[in-house]
């Protein structure tokens, strides 16, 4: 069973930074992709980021600009660098992973992390 696990969650001034890792528990170097999601306060969950096998990436409008996700294949770990951090961003953020084999032309995420508090205040 593969395990992801979030860090690197708090709180933080609107204007200023966090970094979230997500440690896989196997190598992520052959994944289909992998992705930062967020359910905000009483909302529903939304993605923010994902980065696919061939290293492309795509970013949510509202986070474009600010965050930038990216990925050690030494380490297994997927992060996402937040930047000029927004009150709306606060959220639980989770990461996410396609495992399969045989990729397909959309990514499906079976594998969730636990989810790490993002508090943003004004």
């Known amino acids: 069973q593969v395990q992801l696990v979030e860090s690197g969650g708090g709180s933080v001034q609107a204007g200023g930074s966090l970094k979230l890792s997500c440690a896989a528990s196997?190598?992520?170097?052959?994944?289909?992709?992998m992705g930062w999601y967020r359910q905000p306060p009483g909302k529903e969950r939304e993605s923010v980021s994902i980065?696919?096998?061939?290293?492309?990436?795509s970013y949510a409008d509202s986070v474009k600009g600010r965050f930038t996700i990216s990925q050690d294949n030494t380490k297994n770990t997927l992060y996402l660098q937040m930047n000029s951090l927004k009150t709306e961003d606060t959220a639980v953020y989770y990461c996410?992973?396609?495992?399969?084999?045989?990729?397909?032309?959309?990514?499906?995420?079976?594998?969730w992390g636990q989810g790490t508090q993002v508090t943003v205040s004004s």
């Open positions: 196997r190598y992520i170097d052959s994944t289909c992709g």
């Open positions: 980065i696919r096998s061939d290293g492309s990436t």
């Open positions: 996410a992973a396609d495992f399969r084999t045989h990729c397909g032309v959309s990514l499906f995420f079976s594998y």
